[in-house]
């Protein structure tokens, strides 16, 4: 009985460190200033007449609202806020299609088009394919939680809110992310902010295009090398890319 007790006080012991290790990556990524409303209003300013798309809403409080652009779109399907107040209510995948087949903003072109959908990254990869059919070729391509600071805010499934991220969860999107960056097409960066802002643009170079192999998307390597997996960068480098 000794033994099953000293195993037992092991795993509390443990399982104590890694919930308050939790709760100190969750502060720490409170804390960092800049937000993705404060970086997407940078990329649009000096563009009068610009179009912004907005992917994943959820309430138009945490982001939407705050967007200056002459002419904004938002797209959701509703999961996460009942009232949702969007232009296309309609997942991201109902939204590209219609628009490939002419039947919703035709011919629009968008100055920014910001991802913050579903965080998996299969659908995350799609709405990167789909967003760099509709950019300008100014344009840029934003994506939220792109950077999870543990595993366990990178799990898969939400709903595990027992792990030490608590409800906090940024999901698969890292592997899209990084995925996206093998690309020759197209430049990128990550804003080390607000869980991860993602940047892309066909047009600025964002800095050096990811090289190190993980076939097999083991967050062990994400973590060791995130700083040249994501090209991690702070929102001043950006502003001094993109003058």
Known sequence: ???????????????????????????????KVSSRTEIINFLLQGRSDANYLEIGVRNPEDNFNYIVAANKYSVDPGVEFEENPVDFQMTSDEFFQQLAEGKILKDTLFDVLFIDGLHLAEQVDR??????QYIKEDGFIVLHDCNPPSEWHARETYNYK??????????????AFVNARKSQEFFSCCI???????????????????????PYWEYSIFEKNRTEILNLISFRELQEKIK
Do not use: Y
């Open 1 to 31: 009985m000794s033994l099953f007790i000293d195993v037992a006080k092991i795993i509390l012991e443990k399982k104590d460190a890694d919930h308050a290790k939790g709760l100190q990556l969750n502060l720490a990524e409170e804390e």
């Open 162 to 175: 027992l792990t030490p991220a608590k409800g906090c969860w940024n999901g698969t999107t890292w592997k």
């Open 192 to 214: 080390d902010t607000d869980w991860g802002v993602g940047i892309i643009s066909k047009k600025i170079d964002l800095g050096l295009r990811n090289e190190i192999s993980n």
């Open 127 to 132: 709405d990167i394919n789909n967003a760099l």
